[in-house]
Nanobody, 125 residues
Framework: QVQLVESGGGLVQAGGSLRLSCAAS????????MGWFRQAPGKEREFVAA????????DYVDSVKGRFTISRDNAKSAVYLQMDSLKPEDTAVYYC??????????????????WGQGTQVTVSS
């Protein structure tokens, strides 16, 4: 069983920053990609960013490029999402997810088979 626990969410003013963390524990796969998704009220869950096991492949949704940075520390089984220049439209519950890929990433939630419980990010204008 794999457990993913997010932390770091909160309330921030527009233009501010937050750093989300996600720690994986339990019977994780030997290699896996990690992704961040978000879901705003009344909207579907959307892809935000993903990083491959090696860290060499990184992908972002266009709306966060240049503002968000995904990284990982495999020794700690952790993935991070540094969010800068936050906007009110970034307000959502953010979820980290694990996909059992040996290489590469995916934007499709269907390819991720383990999810965290989510952490709320609220950006005030």
């Amino acid at each position: 069983q794999v457990q993913l626990v997010e932390s770091g969410g909160g309330l921030v003013q527009a233009g501010g920053s937050l750093r989300l963390s996600c720690a994986a524990s339990g019977r994780t796969f030997s290699t896996y990609a990690m992704g961040w998704f978000r879901q705003a009220p009344g909207k579907e869950r959307e892809f935000v960013a993903a990083i491959s096991w090696s860290g060499r492949t990184i992908d972002y949704v266009d709306s966060v490029k240049g503002r968000f940075t995904i990284s990982r520390d495999n020794a700690k089984s952790a993935v991070y999402l540094q969010m800068d220049s936050l906007k009110p439209e970034d307000t959502a519950v953010y979820y980290c997810a694990l996909a059992p890929f040996a290489s590469g990433t995916s934007r499709s939630a269907k390819n991720y088979n383990h999810w965290g419980q989510g952490t709320q990010v609220t950006v005030s204008s």
